[in-house]
């Protein structure tokens, strides 16, 4: 079984800069993709950036509001994924949510999804 657990939420200004974290413990023999997805106020979650890993290769895709301003990246040894947000706007706020879909004991493969982080985004 693996935990998320992510941090890095808060209350800002428009312009202003975010990092979130999503810390995963438990036995990962790999990892398949790594995503951040958000869920603004009354309206359906959506994937803002992910990271596909294939071998040895990792591809990295933003949502188009998300490009140019956000970035994806994952610390291996630290088993953290995060997400840096620059220049956030009042579109952006939102509950954040970490996911992973990877490989874990006797060849099962399991997605997980953090327990969410509000970003609030607001002069």
């Known amino acids: 079984q693996v935990q998320l657990v992510e941090s890095g939420g808060g209350s800002v200004q428009p312009g202003d800069s975010l990092t979130l974290s999503c810390v995963a413990s438990?036995?990962?023999?790999?990892?398949?993709?790594l995503a951040w997805y958000r869920q603004p106020p009354g309206k359906q979650r959506e994937v803002v950036a992910t990271?596909?890993?294939?071998?040895?290769?990792?591809?990295?895709n933003y949502a188009d509001s998300a490009k140019g301003r956000f970035s994806i990246s994952m610390d291996n040894a630290k088993a953290t994924l995060f997400l840096r947000m620059e220049s956030l706007k009042s579109e952006d706020m939102a509950v954040y949510y970490c996911?992973?879909?990877?490989?874990?004991?006797?060849?099962?493969?399991?997605?997980?999804w953090g327990q969410g982080t509000q970003v609030t985004v607001s002069s």
């Open positions: 996911y992973w879909d990877v490989l874990e004991r006797w060849g099962q493969r399991n997605t997980y």
């Open positions: 990271i596909t890993r294939d071998g040895n290769t990792n591809e990295t």
């Open positions: 438990g036995v990962i023999f790999n990892v398949y993709e």
